[in-house]
């Protein structure tokens, strides 16, 4: 038995780093609080009161991510005020392909020892994406847990919660051969496909996250840091004015994954290729690693992060709405009928 009390810093927790963080983001959470929150911060439970008055059929659409291994460019750079966009982009785009609009959002962090100036960048940048969705930070947890993560490593996750009536919902059922398929530009590699791509540029090809790559106009590391680009207000503008069949994120599995789960059993989706421009972040990425094409198209979204699916009449309309928001649309492809699959030409 030990002479001195043992105390919980000594096992490496410690508590009153959390309270500083908390006391440093406290004006961040509370910048994004809408009039339905109620809970103030310290509260065991985050309140949200729906006003049920706005609706007539009221839907709860819910989704959870994480950030994946791009946090490890993070780490590398020790730049943490990127990651929180990621974060609520990616959220907020998984439920917009449904028609919903974000109503609050909980965030984890987990780490092994915690640093209150890493928490707060992170913070920071949740709090920016949440003000930019009209999304409330409602909550969320702080986990310090020695000798679960390596020192100066963390893990970001966070749960997102939306509404959309019931006669709004866009689910893919109405898709029908002949449709268009448009796509928007992505703004990078997003989330996903982190773990090929450090492992092509960093490890087989040895390049350096400070590198200057003339072809990317900027380092390897701020390309990698691209925040995930969010669609919200430029598709949300665009559900009132066209008929939009479907939507598709383009995120883990690319094209031949994400893109069949909007389509009816008897469609399938005809990609061109050659519709639009690969970045050279991808290009890069392929030459360096010797990837296959069919490997990057189900590994990243190879410059196309959203897909929407709307009838041929209203596609080139759509486009051009698309272009005058600021989106990088152009027109990729149709719907036929087919079994169930994407094939790219």
């Not at 791509?197 to 691209?226: C, H, I, K, N, Q």
């Amino acid at each position: 038995m030990p002479e001195e009390p043992v105390t919980y810093r000594q096992a490496g927790v410690d508590i009153d780093a959390a309270h500083t963080a908390l006391l440093r983001m406290k004006e961040l959470i509370r910048a994004t609080q809408t009039p339905e929150v109620l809970a103030d911060l310290g509260a065991f439970g985050g309140m949200f009161q729906l006003d049920l008055s706005r609706y007539r059929q009221p839907v709860l659409v819910s989704s959870i991510d994480g950030v994946g291994t791009k946090l490890k460019v993070a780490f590398m750079t020790g730049r943490h005020d990127t990651v929180g966009h990621d974060l609520v982009n990616h959220c907020v785009n998984d439920i917009l392909v449904q028609g919903a609009r974000p109503l609050f959002f909980l965030d984890y962090f987990a780490t092994g020892k915690l640093q209150p100036e890493v928490l707060v960048e992170v913070v920071k940048g949740l709090s920016e994406a949440c003000q930019e969705t009209g999304c409330a930070l409602l909550g969320g947890e702080t986990a310090e847990m020695p000798g679960m993560y390596a020192e100066g490593e963390y893990d970001l996750a966070g749960t997102i919660v939306g509404v959309v009536e019931r006669d709004a919902i866009i689910d893919g059922s109405r898709v029908e051969p002949g449709d268009a398929v448009v796509g928007l530009a992505s703004s990078g590699l997003h989330t996903n496909g982190y773990s090929l791509a450090r492992y092509v540029l960093f490890e087989l090809a040895g390049m350096r996250v400070d590198s200057y790559v003339p072809e990317l106009g900027t380092s390897l590391g701020e390309e990698l840091l691209r925040p995930h680009r969010c669609y919200l207000h430029p598709l949300t503008a665009a559900m009132q004015q066209f008929d939009i069949h479907a939507i598709a994120h383009i995120t883990g599995g690319g094209f031949y994954d994400n893109i069949p789960r909007v389509l009816p059993s008897d469609c399938r989706v005809i990609i061109d290729r050659r519709s639009w421009e690969v970045p050279p972040i991808f290009r890069l990425i392929q030459e360096k690693g010797n990837v296959p094409d069919p490997e990057m198209f189900r590994t990243f979204n190879m410059g196309i992060g959203m897909v929407v699916i709307v009838p041929r009449e209203q596609s080139l309309a759509l486009v051009e709405f698309l272009q005058m928001q600021g989106e990088g649309a152009t027109l990729i492809g149709e719907v036929q009928r087919g079994g169930h699959d994407v094939q790219i030409m």
